[in-house]
């Protein structure tokens, strides 16, 4: 029985490969990046990829310059002739490197990552500086210094004489 299912769901997969041939210039085979969910709170930012089918030891975690890349290879996993003759081959396989422009304001030495059930955690802890605050509103003006800090400046006093 034959089938002849359409190879690509997406045009763009379509174009690269017809001008890659399926290959990176390195000669590996091409793998789609992972799909990718990056969620921000108050306290950190999350990059979340599904990565089914990689292995912990095939995935590679970097910082640089505030860009946070996450590199994997999938292995291809079959061989013609040995476990049969191939109708159909959609699975992808081959490296992906996916790059994260991160905030100035993070704790880069602090970045976690956990990998489970092919899902990718990567948890970059915000500094102390780019954490919100709360500021509370007092009477009176509030005038900044020179060195940066706040004088406060109630009813008929002068800004100076503060």
């Not at 034959?2 to 690509?8: C, G, K, N």
């Not at 085979?29 to 095939?58: C, F, H, Q, Y």
Request: hydrophobic share 35%.
């Amino acid at each position: 029985m034959a089938m002849y299912p359409t190879r690509y769901a997406d045009p763009f997969d379509r174009l690269v490969d017809s001008v890659l041939g399926g290959r990176a210039a390195n000669g590996n085979s091409l793998m789609r990046a992972p799909e990718t969910d990056v969620v921000e709170t108050e306290r950190e930012i999350r990059v979340v990829t599904e990565m089914p089918g990689l292995k912990r030891e095939n995935i590679e975690i970097d910082v640089e310059n505030n860009v946070l890349t996450i590199r994997g290879e999938k292995r291809a996993e079959r061989t013609e002739g040995e476990q049969g003759k191939w109708h159909l081959a959609e699975r992808r396989w081959g490296t992906f490197a996916r790059s994260f422009v991160l905030p100035r304001d993070v704790d880069a030495e602090n970045i976690q990552a956990s990998f489970d059930d092919g899902v990718l955690t990567v948890t970059v802890p915000k500094s102390e500086k780019a954490r919100r605050r709360r500021i509370e509103v007092g009477a009176g003006t509030s005038v900044m210094n020179g060195d940066g800090t706040h004088a406060h400046v109630g009813a008929g006093t002068d800004a100076g004489n503060g």
